[in-house]
């Protein structure tokens, strides 16, 4: 049996091509690094804002990893769900974070 991704992709009803999945891929890596940046930098400065840009971009790497593994299809909505949450935590913590009179509260 053909494993291969394109093989997979198609199963899945989409088929990314091979040079989309390496761009794919290098965006996921990086969208990693930003979480584990802002992660990082919410334990050092306990500043919520660089957590919250650092779970967005968490939302956009599980983006790109679904579409990686060609479930981007089956699950459009749902995916670009993920993306607009994203962007959406990225407005809000810069509005917060730069209007001195909200502050970003979260469960400690």
Sequence with gaps: MD??????AGLA???VP???????????VICVIILALG????RQSMERTALLVG??????????L??????GGPWETGVLV??????LIVIY???AAGSRRLEIRLPE
């Design 18 to 28: 091979p040079n989309l999945t390496w761009d794919y891929a290098a965006r996921l």
């Design 3 to 8: 494993l291969t991704l394109e093989y997979v």
């Design 93 to 95: 913590a810069l509005y």
């Design 39 to 42: 992660i990082w930098a919410w």
């Design 66 to 71: 679904l579409v990686i593994l060609g479930l």
């Design 13 to 15: 009803g989409t088929y």
């Design 55 to 64: 779970i967005a971009f968490g939302f956009f790497g599980l983006y790109y």
């Design 82 to 87: 993920l993306r607009y949450l994203g962007y």
